[in-house]
């Protein structure tokens, strides 16, 4: 039986993180090479999301060195609902899922504007399989 040091946990967690990344931007890249546009009901989210969280949480939301993915199996509206979303914006988040540190809260949208990022952001985890 192998022992797991913690050092060697925190570097399998890494490596799991890292190939959900990969596997979250391999499908949005399929995805957007099969050309599926964005319906027209969540177009104004993208734009509020590409405005205001995109710099962190990357295009399509699967994440940069400055914040995680969006579309990834932990924010799934079953562990995270749409007003965890809502708080996050609001209050800012303390990190406990990544390493990206703390997140701020963010002054420039509203709750409406929250709600239609949100809507955009659950269109692109059932995109990537994710509901």
Not at 66 to 77: C, F, R, T
């Amino acid at each position: 039986m192998k022992v797991v040091t913690v050092r060697g946990w925190v570097k399998a967690r890494w490596l799991l993180a890292a190939s959900g990344l990969l596997l979250v931007a391999l499908s949005w890249e399929a995805c957007a090479k099969q050309g599926t546009a964005v319906p027209a009901e969540f177009q104004a989210g993208e734009v509020k999301f590409r405005a205001n969280c995109a710099r962190c949480h990357g295009e399509g939301g699967v994440g940069t060195n400055q914040g995680p993915p969006l579309v990834h199996k932990i924010y799934e509206p079953s562990h995270h609902g749409d007003p965890a979303f809502q708080r996050a914006a609001a209050n800012g988040v303390r990190a406990h899922h990544w390493q990206f540190g703390d997140m701020p809260r963010i002054e420039t949208v509203t709750p409406a504007d929250v709600e239609q990022i949100v809507a955009y952001v659950r269109w692109l985890q059932r995109q990537a399989g994710i509901h």
